[in-house]
């Protein structure tokens, strides 16, 4: 999974395309929890494209998306929230899956 560089990045991509991108950052044990699992969920939905964007970097972008907790996942097709599962829970590879199969072909 590749990091988001900028907030710019972030316009472009989420306006062209199906992007996830997953809200972390390396000091967060739930985050360090389910990256194991992260490529198989990647290939899984391979149509879409997983970003990694850093929490800290990206203080505004969070508070502007209302990303308040950790790990958290907001997918965007062609400039559309498709579905947003954000919370400060710990997230298993099923209830990721599940997000991932309500707006996923």
């Known amino acids: 999974m590749r990091k988001l560089e900028s907030v710019e990045e972030f ?3 989420k ?3 199906k992007h996830v991108f997953m ?3 390396d000091w967060c044990p739930d985050c360090r929890i389910i990256e ?3 490529p198989e969920i990647e290939s899984q939905y391979a149509e879409y494209t997983f970003l990694y964007v ?3 970097q ?3 972008l969070c508070i502007e998306l209302d990303i308040f907790g950790i790990p958290s996942f907001i997918a965007y097709g062609d400039g559309r929230e498709l579905g947003r599962f954000v919370s400060k ?3 298993t590879k099923e209830q990721i899956e599940d997000f991932m199969n309500t707006f996923a072909s």
């Open 11 to 13: 316009q472009q991509l």
């Open 15 to 17: 306006e062209s395309g």
């Open 23 to 25: 809200f972390s950052a």
């Open 36 to 38: 194991p699992i992260l």
């Open 54 to 56: 850093d929490r800290d």
């Open 58 to 60: 990206f203080i505004d």
């Open 89 to 91: 829970d710990r997230k």
